[in-house]
T-cell receptor
Framework: EADIYQTPRYLVIGTGKKITLECSQTMGHDKMYWYQQDPGMELHLIHYSYGVNSTEKGDLSSESTVSRIRTEHFPLTLESARPSHTSQYLC?????????????????FGPGTRLTVL | KNQVEQSPQSLIILEGKNCTLQCNYTVSPFSNLRWYKQDTGRGPVSLTIMTFSENTKSNGRYTATLDADTKQSSLHITASQLSDSASYICVVSDRGSTLGRLYFGRGTQLTVWP
């Protein structure tokens, strides 16, 4: 079992609230990721980070923002939550199996946060 | 259009039986293919990873195959157990960047009945 943690596991909030989803890993991985997953659908990458002070947007446009001030911590923030943000959010981290091999990383996922915005 | 297609979408089998899940992809240039297991309410866990030169990889009762020519992969589960009930996700990585973009299938939802 990977040492990557997400809190809260479940969150129900009202529209317009600001929320922060926490993600921490104790494996010393440089790369971290945020995915959004709806039931029965594929995971979509919304943010990723190569290391401290490095953040990039993923394939799926998201109104959320992320920060990477410490290696082990990669929080995701929604300034004003809306019902369209209702989804499962998965955090992951990785280390390269083969340096220089693109996509060689195995990603270790946290348990996810199930967000419901009313 | 999703570049990773999985079939069947869902599958129900009896405990002790074998099953095979399919994954077809169009991702190019191909780097590697992974199968993940995702239990309900949990994050995915890696089962196997195969690169271009590998055509089979086993992990206990799980055996993955890869045909890079036809761009097909399968995951065979032997002697299924109740704990095998989960979603199995096929993930393909390309070689287009250092990050190695990942393309996720929608998963096959496997239910094992006693």
């Amino acid at each position: 079992e990977a040492d990557i943690y997400q809190t809260p596991r479940y969150l129900v909030i009202g529209t317009g609230k600001k929320i922060t989803l926490e993600c921490s890993q104790t494996m010393g991985h440089d790369k971290m990721y945020w995915y959004q997953q709806d039931p029965g659908m594929e995971l979509h990458l919304i943010h990723y980070s190569y290391g401290v002070n490095s953040t990039e947007k993923g394939d799926l446009s998201s109104e959320s923002t992320v920060s990477r001030i410490r290696t082990e911590h990669f929080p995701l923030t929604l300034e004003s939550a809306r019902p369209s943000h209702t989804s499962q959010y998965l955090c992951a981290s990785s280390v390269s199996l083969t340096p220089g091999l693109a996509g060689g990383d195995t990603q270790y996922f946290g348990p996810g946060t199930r967000l419901t915005v009313l | 259009k999703n570049q990773v297609e999985q079939s069947p979408q869902s599958l129900i089998i009896l405990e002790g039986k074998n099953c095979t899940l399919q994954c077809n992809y169009t991702v190019s240039p191909f780097s590697n293919l992974r199968w993940y297991k995702q239990d309900t309410g949990r994050g995915p866990v890696s089962l196997t990873i195969m690169t271009f030169s590998e055509n089979t990889k086993s992990n206990g009762r799980y055996t993955a195959t890869l045909d890079a020519d036809t761009k097909q992969s399968s995951l065979h589960i032997t002697a299924s157990q109740l704990s095998d009930s989960a979603s199995y996700i096929c993930v393909v990585s390309d070689r287009g960047s250092t990050l190695g973009r990942l393309y996720f299938g929608r998963g096959t939802q496997l239910t094992v009945w006693p």
